[in-house]
């Protein structure tokens, strides 16, 4: 008798301790990159997707316990300037600046910015446009549209097209 419930006592401690590796094991993987293109939402995703001559760019996850995204969108109210990031760790990061933002317009981007990872800077200033479908300072959302090409600032000749962009991020305002 005292054997069958040391043999079931080892059974269960055993069985626990597995689920418990189980759990453990789950729980600490990192979340998955998003390996398509976002659809367009308004809702304050979390989202940005684009295409760099035909190669899928989606922002990326950090490594840490509340897998905080690689994305940011900061408005200062008193510059009206509106800054976007986003982060590939594999591809690289893009950068927006947009002065006045204004909704369901094209925006003239005051300056755009993408660094490969290999470090190639490629940029526009004045010259693009992005098309915001979402810009609210009461929810704190942001979302929008954008295709451009960006020139090397290393050399001029080279370009890059960026195309399908969109983005649908949750907005931080400042107010200096």
Same mark, same amino acid.
């Given at each position: 008798m005292k054997n069958q419930r040391l043999v079931l006592s080892l059974y269960t401690l055993t069985f626990t301790?597995?689920?418990?590796?189980?759990?453990?094991?789950?729980?600490?993987?990192?979340?998955?990159?998003?390996?398509?293109l976002p659809q367009e939402t308004q809702t304050g995703a979390n989202t940005f997707g684009c295409y760099i001559e035909n190669q899928l760019f989606v922002r990326s996850y950090g490594a840490t316990i509340t897998h905080t995204p690689y994305i940011s969108a900061i408005y200062t109210k008193d510059s009206a300037f509106l800054e976007i990031y986003a982060e590939n760790k594999d591809i690289g990061n893009f950068g927006f600046w947009i002065k006045n933002p +204004?909704?369901? @317009?094209? !925006?003239? $981007?005051?300056?755009?910015? *993408?660094?490969?990872?290999?470090?190639?800077?490629?940029?526009?200033?004045?010259?693009?446009?992005?098309?915001?479908? +979402?810009?609210? @300072?009461? !929810?704190? $959302?942001?979302?929008?549209? *954008?295709?451009?090409?960006?020139?090397?600032?290393?050399?001029s000749t080279l370009k890059i097209n960026i195309s399908k962009g969109r983005f649908d991020?949750?907005?931080d305002i400042y107010n200096n």
């Open positions: 301790i597995f689920l418990l590796f189980i759990i453990l094991t789950l729980s600490s993987c990192d979340k998955e990159d998003i390996q398509v +204004k909704v369901n @317009t094209f !925006n003239r $981007i005051y300056k755009v910015v *993408f660094e490969s990872s290999n470090h190639d800077l490629y940029s526009s200033k004045n010259m693009d446009y992005i098309y915001l479908t +979402k810009f609210d @300072t009461i !929810n704190k $959302i942001v979302s929008g549209r *954008f295709d451009y090409i960006l020139k090397s600032e290393s050399d991020i949750k907005l």
